[in-house]
């Protein structure tokens, strides 16, 4: 009987929670004397099992899904990343519905993916539909009532089942060829419709071989857009794995037909668990199909041999089927794909924890930089101009490592019209620190970021002292992002991996970004009148 067990401790907290087709059979499988370590640890502190039964998988999976999110148990590991990848979605019902969506709400609908940018799919759905004319409304279809058909079908978007312009079977046609292509089975596919074309224009069903046609077009362009990655692969996902600490980022590359058609990533906290031994790589790996309601292709890359390799298998078998099977690593071509899929959550990993650990980017920065206190707040300047003609100075500020948008101050230039960096940062400057106690401004900086080297250091720190204010400032130099600071010709030099640089550069960035936003705004309204 599938179902949901949930595990609590003495104190009758839920400590874990989890999911079974047979629930008998994996509760029992806690009772044994060959647990791994973290499942050790969690039995230890079991008190008490309670089980609640479902109809369906599915349904254990939502139930699984629910009761995670509102307890949080201490022991199930968590997806922490964020994101809510978008899907294509083709719903069950006579005339499916194609869309996008970020949720999995039914074992009826279909899902494909997920994709990893959101933008590049609508651009995907836009000529899906060219090639496969699937519609997207609500609209109720019943034959006995056609409506008029929208403006899709005039662009070769639509079948219009609404208006009787096609048949069911024609319409799960085209719906069954749009599963496959998004299966990966392009080649396959193309090879069909070819065939089919060809079969109409001969039985003189002229429309129909011109639908065809249409969708032959549309569909090789789709095809070329994924590059050939793997001539000898058929279809197979890779997963890779890099830990650091209690997180791990993993990787899942989809290939089909030797094209790379998706690549995801995520970030889990263990929790406290140790290392990522093959129970909990199987585990994630199953977490991905579990969230995402996605087919599993027969063959999947892990690097893992031997007794290692042995456990991933029979545990991706009981979850997602007996004819799974792992690719051996030890092949030249899987070899290939691990290390490159391996990189990418190396690199995602990196990323991630540039991005999340904020505290620990000020503290670099507040010993590199020899500062008295944490640079919480940071404001950066950059200068926007034409040959010095309507200058201005930009004013951008971050807190705790994130923009604060409703704090930017945009300085004009009065004093000088011909190109003088330093000169018009100290013009700015000069005006920010007379202001430097006014609440409109929000809270005084902790330090400054100069977009230049020396030059531009002396002449703001030249008129900081006379404005009696005390506050750090750092030059940052774009051209091997050296920072310089007061009292020293000497430039700090970060890695370009160093979060803390990644940090300064990204202050940087977006002050200049909003200058040259402000700046071009004002020189397009004379233009518009000319």
Known sequence: MPGVYVIRDSSDRIIYVGKAKNLRKRVESYFRNDLNPKTRSMVSNAR????ITAGHEDQALVLESNFIKCYKPHYNIQLIDGKSYPLIELTGEAFSILRKTRRVTTARNRYFGPYPKSGLLNLGLDSLRRAFPVRTCHRRIDPAKPTKPCLDFDLGLCLAPCGNRCSQDEYA?????????LNGKMRTLLRQLENSMDQASRSQQYERAVRYRDSCL???????RYAVFAPRVRDMDVFAFHQQGNLVAVVRQALREGRLIASTEFIYDLKGKGTL????????IIDFYDRFHVAAPARIAVDAVGAEATIVRERLREALGAAIS???PRSTETSRLLRFATENAEQKLIASTRASDIPAQLSVLKAVLDLERMPVRIEGYDVSNISGKDATVSMVVFVAGKPAKDQYRLFNMHS???????????????????????ITFGDPANLLLIDGGLSQLGAVCAVRDNAGVNVPVVGIAKKEELLYREGTLEPVRLSHDSGALLLLMAVRDEAHRFGKREFHKRHERPLKHR
């Not at 549309?218 to 070329?224: D, I, M, Q, R, Y």
């Open 48 to 51: 008490f099992f309670s089980f």
């Open 173 to 181: 046609e085209v719906v069954q060829n749009l599963s496959a292509f």
């Open 218 to 224: 549309a569909l090789k362009g789709l095809f070329e």
């Open 277 to 284: 031994d093959p129970v909990m790589r199987a585990d994630l």
């Open 326 to 328: 792992l690719a051996s």
């Open 416 to 438: 000088l019209d011909t190109p003088n960096d330093p000169a018009m940062l100290a013009e700015a400057l000069a005006r920010r620190f007379a202001r430097w106690s006014d």
